[in-house]
């Protein structure tokens, strides 16, 4: 009973262990992580750096207050000849750094509180000499939040409605200072533009970087979909047609059946290897651990990769009494090995689209080298099938090298078909399949001798 127990406690911890190790953080996240941990769905942000984020509200209401609060505190109580206008002058220079406080959530209203609050000083009060920084920090904390109609109409409203009052109530101003407190908004304005400014910069560099690294991963997942699609779809294609072959002979011919099993164990043996030769591909970005690397390698070995020297086996394994299968290559010349790889792949789905759907008895499969490009032609004279797409390919548009059909991407295609597609077009040629005017289905495809420089 407890060495039962134990199996079953050691089974659950076994089950449990890849969850438990998938999370960031096995032992738990630190602190830093908690601060930032989006508690709700249970999924952990990535760790910030830089000065915390109300370093950058606070900062501003410290720096206001000891500027301006103090300064009015000791001229209010060092000049009693102001008598009431001294606290008025207290309770001024007070009002922008409280209002600084808000500046995240409501910009534009603090910032034209501050500067309501600047321009009575000025009317109002002698002033106590002190620069007003809340007024500073209310525009560009506006400019760089997305409230610049804010910060504009109420720095001019707000110095429009001083130098008026100041006519009103006859308060004598230096035209110096007037010129100098003019160009120091105008000096502060453009200072929150440029800050603006830099920051939407950032922002879009940011979400450009964001979007090309998303596309990078996308196309990463749609060549893993293409490889793994063709070498599983060809290869189970065979075994299934193998095996439908060995059930139907093993009572009459159980020497054929015994064929199509090892037929079915080679095909199995080369699948797997292929399959290995991928994952070993996708790790090839192996930890820098040579013990780890030497692990990985040996789970995953790497198979040569596909090329044109494979067609002839292809070719064979696709071959049976029942389906001629004919190559005709005519290629002078390697091509790259890119463009080896594609056109292998692009024959070897034909082919296998050709067992599954075509019920053809014969498939030629041409390879052309032409001034600009490399062709390559699957034809069959099988009947059409529901599952293949629609569509009429000519037999003069196929000898000369051109199809009078629609493109491949028009028709309700599999992924077969959008992966030959995809492949093509990768290297800057094209692909197009359809029915044959005389009968038959036929796959074009046209890839250039240099990959396109659009």
Not at 41 to 63: D, Q
């Amino acid at each position: 009973m407890n060495q039962q127990q134990s199996v079953d406690r050691g089974q659950n911890a076994a089950a449990s262990a890849p969850e438990r190790d998938a999370r960031p953080w096995p032992e738990g996240p630190p602190a830093w992580a908690v601060r930032r941990a989006d508690l709700g769905s249970g999924r952990w942000r990535e760790p910030r750096f830089g000065p915390p984020a109300g370093l950058f509200v606070w900062l501003p209401v410290f720096l206001s207050f000891v500027a301006q609060v103090p300064a009015s505190i000791y001229v209010a109580t060092h000049h009693p000849e102001y008598g009431a206008t001294g606290p008025l002058m207290v309770l001024f220079a007070l009002v922008g750094p409280v209002a600084l406080i808000f500046a995240k959530k409501h910009p534009g209203p603090v910032v034209a509180i501050t500067a309501a609050a600047a321009c009575a000083d000025l009317v109002f009060t002698p002033g106590s000499g002190a620069p007003y920084l809340a007024l500073a920090f209310g525009i560009i904390s506006a400019m760089t939040r997305g409230a610049r109609v804010w910060a504009f109409v109420s720095v001019s409203t707000g110095w429009v409605l001083a130098l008026i009052g100041s006519v009103l109530f006859g308060v004598a101003w230096h035209p110096a200072r007037i010129i100098l407190t003019t160009v120091g908004v105008v000096i502060v304005l453009i200072i929150g533009e440029s800050i603006r400014t830099r920051h939407d910069r950032v922002t879009a560099y940011q979400e450009a970087f964001r979007k090309r690294r998303d596309d990078v991963a996308q196309a990463e997942r749609e060549r893993i979909a293409r490889e793994l699609h063709d070498v599983l779809a060809h290869s189970l294609s065979q075994i299934n047609v193998q095996a439908g072959v060995g059930l139907h002979l093993i009572d009459d011919h159980p020497e054929k059946a015994a064929e199509a099993l090892a037929s079915i164990k080679a095909t199995s043996k080369t699948a797997l290897d292929e399959v290995r030769g991928v994952l070993g591909f996708l790790r090839s970005e192996s930890p820098r651990d040579p013990a780890e690397r030497v692990a990985l390698e040996s789970e995953a070995p790497l198979v040569p990769q596909a090329d044109l020297a494979r067609l002839p086996s292809l070719v064979e394994s696709i071959a049976s009494d029942d389906l001629e299968v004919l190559l005709d290559n005519r290629l002078t010349s390697d091509p790259p090995a890119g463009v080896q790889l594609a056109l292998y792949r692009i024959t070897q789905e034909s082919l296998t689209n050709v067992t599954r759907h075509a019920h053809a008895t014969r498939v030629r499969v041409t390879l052309d080298e032409r001034a600009d490009d490399y062709h390559l032609t699957v034809i069959d004279d099988g009947f059409p099938d529901p599952v293949r797409p629609a569509g009429r390919v000519g037999s003069a548009a196929l000898a000369d090298g051109g199809v009078d059909a629609t493109d491949a991407r028009s028709h309700r295609a599999g992924n077969g078909l959008l992966g030959m597609t995809e492949r093509a077009e990768l290297l800057g040629g094209h692909l197009e399949a359809g029915p044959v005017a005389s009968g038959g289905f036929a796959v074009v495809a046209t890839v250039p001798r240099r990959r396109s420089s659009r």
